[in-house]
């Protein structure tokens, strides 16, 4: 008998090390491309902050879903007014930031004040323009009051540029993200990894993962072994001339869906040549655009000749109005006094599509007589040279925020594009609540744009997702730019 209580015990063991191993994993490893310059999206415009961190560590009043709806978040329930000017929002009770402070009212008037502020840093401040004020009835319902009806407020609301943060820890943000989503931030190690951890205290539903971590890896050529080795096991962006090798593979899910991301060749509008439309026009019609999506996006991205996505209600399809035709390009030129051509630069951030596009646009121009140096840029350094400080000839940038055919109204946006008459429609577009008369604005606005040549329109980026076949919740499309972890979880 002395033998029998040992048996046993390790029959224990064995059984309990089996029900142990049948538990489906907690934590996460995803490859993402561009490392974040900080980590407050209320202050940048990299949309790889908010792939870091929207829905994740912030929240806002209102969250994009994954079919682009408009869904509660911070605010349970909202009313609206018969005139369209006030948002009464009724907000979540029992709410605490990561640093252990309770959420009131006080950080909505916060947040939202700040952010309109004539300081702001916020990148997407038009979000803001209509309210008038912003009111704290009591510690759970904010009220919001509007100068002008504004069709899509309850979207802005929930962009990652205005989510809700605590003026308390609002000063450090960027190094130390302090939101209450259901994930808080660990650590960073630069140029290597982001890790993410559970947040006990989670007011919402409980999040599967305990653990993830955001693996930088810019180079396409490491993401292939890093899948395969298993070092990461979901790349939601995965360069797309290089999914074919894992899409066979039974270990995997290979996933094709689109984005917001309107990819184009930007230009200097406020240098010359760029300031001559001619010029923007000859640039367009140099383009073969089904060469660079053959190129630069292992021809899954969709054609587009304005600011628009396909996947949109309003969507013009205007791909004809520059059809590649080198000699009208040059004749052009020619009308411009450029018949001899000119040199110019091209910076190109890290992104493959941009790199490889990049040297494919080259060639192109190049045989109409425009001959471009080609400047590779971190992606730091393109923020603050191209996008802030507007210093470069021509890039090559995917626009990822939704519905954001706005920017080229903007006095001091990085393309330096100035029409009044484009103005015009999206001032309108803006106290129109009425879809059907916002969809024909979005029309307007597309075809000045299309005439006008600003950029040049090449495609809508493709987000090719692969990620391992027992893992679910990752979304197919991104509607905004998110890495949304809040349904993820392993199946065994």
Known sequence: MKFIVPVLAAAAIALASGTALAQPRTDLVLGVVLEPPHL??????????DEIV????????????PSGEVLP??????????????????????????????????????SLDRARAEDSTNAQKGLFAAIESVEATDPATVTVTLSRPQGGFLYNMGWGDAVIVSEASAGTNTENPVGTGPFRFESWARGSSIVLVKNPDYWGDEVALERAEFRIIPDAAAAVPAMLSGDIQAFPMFPPDAYEQVQGDPRFEVVIGSTEGETLLSMNNGREPFDNVEVRRAISYAVNRDEVI??????????????FSPANAAYVDLTGTYPYDPERAKELLAEAGLADGFSATIKLPP???ARQGGEIIAAQLRQVGINLEIQPVEWADWLSTVFTDKDYDLTI??????NDIDIYSRPDYYFDYQNPAFNEVIAELDVTAD?????????????????DAPVVFLFQLPKVGVWDAKLEGLWENMPVQANDLTKVHWTE
């Open 54 to 65: 929207y829905a994740n560590v912030f929240e806002g009043l209102t969250r994009i879903g």
């Open 351 to 353: 992104p493959p599509y």
């Open 73 to 110: 978040a911070l605010s349970e329930s909202w009313e609206i007014s018969d005139d369209g000017l006030t948002y009464t929002f009724k907000l979540h009770e029992g709410v605490t930031f990561h640093d252990g402070a309770p959420f009131t009212s006080a950080d909505v008037v916060f």
């Open 294 to 307: 053959a190129g630069a996006s292992n021809g899954l991205g969709t054609p587009i000749g304005s600011h």
């Open 435 to 451: 879809e059907a008369q916002r969809n024909e604005l979005y029309g307007q606005a597309q075809e000045i744009l299309a005439e």
């Open 397 to 402: 940038i995917s626009h990822t925020e939704p």
């Open 40 to 49: 407050d999206p209320t202050a940048g415009a990299a949309a790889a902050i």
